[in-house]
């Protein structure tokens, strides 16, 4: 599954910026962990996923995993992080993985999956004018916040039979099961995508509170929890999906405009965690008119590889089906 690859040239180019489009009893549940103080990210009047959750776990505490050099090695100590997501359109696509709300109102269609077998059979809502991701993976997210129910899919289609996609998944945003170990979702990793995104409204509101996504040129053939699943580009000895990296703690974000800021701090305290083959270090989020694009650009280009280190979330794990994680 390849990410929209937006060339650094973009930062030269002047974009307008002004807009938003806006269970059953889990696996691992330990009654005797309790849930992270704050609480987790709120979204359509839904959790996304409990606070206790692994993608809503600070990392800033944990150690730094014994592979952490060789694997930020392999993705480049020279790059630059990469805003994934914008205001603006690359070669006439809008830039960013977009997500969809419905009220429970939603038609429900059947798809016709690639993998069926490491699906969700569906059916799944598809909202009017359902927005779809204009680039190469063609991603479909709906959240029905009538159950707090997200539905993903990967290589959406419309065809003259009816609706097509790669592969798809379902997730309980109040539970904590994961995919059956080896089952993909509508990403590489297993993983859900909505969660990791960096959506403008958050960065607006001066906090994200949980993991982001990225993605890596050279993959392993294994992953690490909580992914479920690997596609691998390279062998053993590349960075694992599931792998979650984190911003070093003496970095200074003072330099840094607001709305940088925001995501850097983040990347500090929650990390980021490589969820699909892509351009390297770079940071899924939605689309929105309001993004300046010249300046995540040129800024987050500013962070590179070098300036981060991949933590061990293994103290995390309470049981590998389960993404309720251990609380610090």
């Known amino acids: ?33 309790e849930p992270a103080a704050g609480g987790g990210p709120i979204l359509a009047g839904c959790p996304v996923f409990p606070a206790d959750h692994v993608w809503n776990t600070p990392i800033d505490h944990l150690p730094v995993h014994s592979n952490s050099e060789a694997w930020i090695e392999r993705i480049s100590l020279e790059k630059g992080l990469h805003p994934d997501f914008g205001s603006g359109s690359w070669e006439g696509k809008r830039i960013g993985i977009p997500f969809n709300v419905t009220d429970g109102s939603a038609p429900r269609e059947s798809f016709t999956l690639r993998w069926p077998e490491e699906s969700d059979p569906g059916p799944y809502p598809v909202p009017a004018g359902a927005r779809i991701e204009e680039g190469d993976d063609h991603h479909l997210l ?7 129910t997200l ?22 945003l109040e539970g904590y099961a994961l995919r059956p170990d080896g089952w993909t979702s509508a990403d590489a990793a297993g993983l859900p995508i909505l969660p990791g995104l960096v ?7 001066g906090e994200i509170k949980h993991a982001l996504r990225f993605t890596a040129d050279w993959t392993s053939a294994g992953h690490l929890w909580p992914a479920r699943h690997h596609a691998p580009t ?13 911003l070093r703690s003496d970095f200074d974000t003072g330099g840094f405009s607001p709305e940088v800021r925001v995501i850097l701090e983040a990347l500090k305290k929650y990390g980021m965690i490589l969820a699909d083959n892509g351009g390297d270090w770079f940071i899924s989020g939605e689309p929105d008119e309001r993004w300046n694009d010249d ?34």
């Open 199 to 205: 959506r403008y409204d958050e960065v607006a509101s």
């Open 142 to 148: 709906v959240l029905d916040s009538s159950d707090c």
């Open 151 to 172: 539905y993903e899919l990967f290589d959406v289609r419309q065809t003259a039979s009816g609706w097509a996609a790669g592969s798809g998944a379902i997730f309980d």
């Open 1 to 33: 599954m390849a990410q929209l690859r937006w060339p650094f040239l973009l930062a030269l180019t002047s974009l307008l910026t002004s807009g938003c489009y806006g269970a059953q009893p889990a696996a691992g549940e330990n009654p005797g962990s």
């Open 234 to 246: 390279g062998d053993l000895t590349d960075p694992p999906m599931g792998m979650r990296v984190r």
């Open 295 to 328: 300046v995540l650009v040129a800024e987050l280009y500013r962070v590179k590889g070098a300036d981060f280190e991949v933590v061990d979330t293994s103290s995390l794990m309470l049981d590998p089906d389960s993404g309720r994680a251990r609380q610090p």
